[in-house]
Each structure stands twice: as C-alpha cells, then as structure tokens.
C-alpha cells in the first residue's frame, strides 16, 4: 500500500520555516544535500565576472540562497538556482522571487542535487526564462540553453557569455579553477 503524500498548496508552504536550500517542486518538499565548497567557489566566480559587466542599478547577480517562484497553482513549485540574473526593477519584497529571469545557471555536480534535469528544464521554460546554463564542472563543459530562439548548445573550451549579455564573458578555465579550488 502506497502512503498518499499531501501536495502543498502555496498557502501552506507561506507557513513552513524558511529553506532557502531546498525546493518545493509539484508541492512535493525535496530536501537538498548542501552543496561542497567546490560548487560553492564555482559559482561565486561565475558572479564575480557577471557583476563589473552589468549596471546595478538595472540588473541584480543573485546567487543560492533564494526561491525562484515557478507556479503557485495546482500546487505550489519553487526552484532553488544556483545563479540568477534579475532586472532589478521586476524584483519585489516577497518570500519567493516571481520575477522573470535574464538568466539562470545551475552547477550540477556529481550527486546531480536537482533530481530531473528536464524537469528542472520544463520548470525554467515555465516561467519565461529566455537562457539557461547547465554547468558540468566535472565534465569541463556547459550546455547552454536559448529559450527564445529554441536551441541549445555545448561549450567546451574558451569563453561563453550569455546571449543578452555578450560583453559578460567568462573564460571557462576561469570557472574550472575554481572548482579545483584555485582561487585567485
């Protein structure tokens, strides 16, 4: 006999303590491993380089930490990206982030801590995201994904900026080692 899991309805999860690491997806809580400290240096060097290219007073770097608002009905679902790119304009006082993306990157380490990869996908399309990164630092690689146009491609080597954003360069050597824990 198969135990029914009650799904959270956005109400409910308003009322639960605050866990910024984990996710709410479907209204199923998914607790999430902490990520290590190589994740950790690979993503504040990500935002590192993002940030001296992007005015502040338009655009904000977020980075873990926050909930990223994808439905509240059915059932309630929030995302947990590593890295977000917000107009600061659209971001509101609220307990979740509903504004619409720039960008959002995730470093998916070995123990993959976001469950399905296209789950995850189908969520980020969901809400508007015109481009997602999925970084694969054991792989050396990042899969770049374009909403808007419909594409997606793999970088293996050299730099890659976002789409929006191509004056925000980022030397993937610069992101592996950081995951190495060469910091600079």
Known sequence: MTKAVHLLSYEEALELPEDKLGEIVDGEIRELPLPNNSHLFLVETLADIFRPHLNPKVFRVTISAYGQGIRRQP?????????????????????????????????????????????????????????????????????????????HDEVTGGAVAPFRFPEARVELQALWDAWDGVLQ
């Open 75 to 151: 059932v309630f679902t929030y995302r947990s990206p590593d890295l977000g790119i917000y107009r600061t304009e659209d971001l509101k006082k609220d307990h979740y982030v509903w504004a619409v993306p720039e960008l959002l990157v995730e470093c998916l380490s070995p123990s993959n801590r976001k469950g399905n990869v296209n789950a995850l996908m189908r969520d980020y399309a969901e809400i508007g995201a015109p481009e997602v990164w999925l970084i694969y630092p054991e792989d050396r690689k990042i899969v770049r994904w374009n909403f808007v146009e419909r594409f």
